[in-house]
């Protein structure tokens, strides 16, 4: 299983004209497709179904998940089948987006439901419902962020990452991500969190999941909210790419590296901070 995946690690310090290191840490080029924070937040969900004599991995999403993506690929490849709670009838007449259409063909069963049936996710009545209706299914919620998610992102960080950085970014949806590497990193460090949504929620969750205080947030640099682009935001994401060769995308990575380099214009850090950049991956959802 997982186990014996080791999942390959590249890095790629940019050459710029500025006073500070910054090293990008390719999740990314963990799957061409497939978010790369999502394999380490999947791991120990996939691990413990298996154990427990699941056959199908339930979960849910938006029409833009990159979780729905990366969880119909992971459960094909360890032998589940998948099923995907979409929310959006509408989305049940149209043609298949990007990411719908490759969770599609990993042969994840996309079940399209109201707005008002995805509110109740969380809902312990409706989440019995889904249980009786698909015994075979071990659930994951929402984003893919639970304990044994955070068990897998902790991996993300390696022993030499620990001591050969000085500040960590990241960007953040659920805060599964982050809290993993705030929780591995060491108290020397600190992570910064780049919102990929606008709200101080994320704050408290991400505390739901860690102690420690070597962190920060800021929603400063989302754009506007999840998922909303702008004409600088592409333009960036385009001359970045030429630049240094390395593709983003504009829900999540593309907004965290403006936003660096934004702070960095502004002296936020130190001369010679040595920056590790984690690339998240999420390529598939990468406007053409
Ligand atoms: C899901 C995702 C994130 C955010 O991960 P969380 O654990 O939900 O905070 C960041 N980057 C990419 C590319 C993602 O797909």
């Given at each position: 299983m997982f186990d014996h995946i080791a999942f390959p690690t590249s890095y790629q310090t940019l050459d710029t004209p500025y006073p500070v290191q910054i090293t990008v840490?390719?999740?990314?080029?963990?799957?061409?497709?497939?978010?790369?924070?999502k394999f380490f937040k999947l791991k120990y969900n996939l691990l413990e179904a298996k154990q427990l004599g699941f056959k199908q991995i339930l979960t849910f999403g938006g029409a833009y998940s990159n979780h729905i993506a990366a969880t119909a690929y992971a459960a094909q490849l360890f032998g589940f089948q998948s099923i995907g709670i979409i929310r959006g009838e509408e989305l049940h007449t149209q043609a298949l987006n990007l990411t719908l259409q490759s969770a599609n063909d990993f042969g994840m069963q996309l079940r399209f439901v109201s707005r008002a049936e995805y509110r109740l996710r969380h809902d312990t009545d409706y989440q019995l419902q889904l249980k009786q209706h698909y015994p075979d299914a071990y659930i994951i919620p929402e984003g893919g962020t639970n304990t044994f998610a955070l068990k897998g992102t902790?991996?993300?960080?390696?022993p030499e990452d620990q001591t050969n950085y000085d500040v960590i970014c990241c960007a953040v949806g659920t805060g599964g991500t982050i809290a993993g590497i705030i929780e591995s990193s060491s108290n020397r460090q600190q992570v910064l969190g780049f919102s990929a949504l606008k709200g101080e929620f994320l704050r408290h969750d991400i505390q739901q999941w860690t102690d420690k205080l070597n962190w920060s947030l800021t929603d400063q640099y989302c754009g506007g909210g999840y998922a909303k682009t702008s004409p600088e935001l592409l333009q960036f994401m385009l001359q970045f790419e030429q630049q240094y060769a390395i593709p983003l995308e504009q829900v999540y990575t593309a907004k965290m590296m403006m936003g660096l380099f934004d702070l960095i214009g502004k002296n936020h850090f130190p001369t010679h901070t040595r920056i590790l950049v984690i690339h998240t991956g999420g390529l598939q959802g990468r406007v053409k």
């Open positions: 840490k390719r999740l990314d080029l963990i799957h061409p497709q497939i978010s790369g924070n902790q991996e993300i960080l390696s």
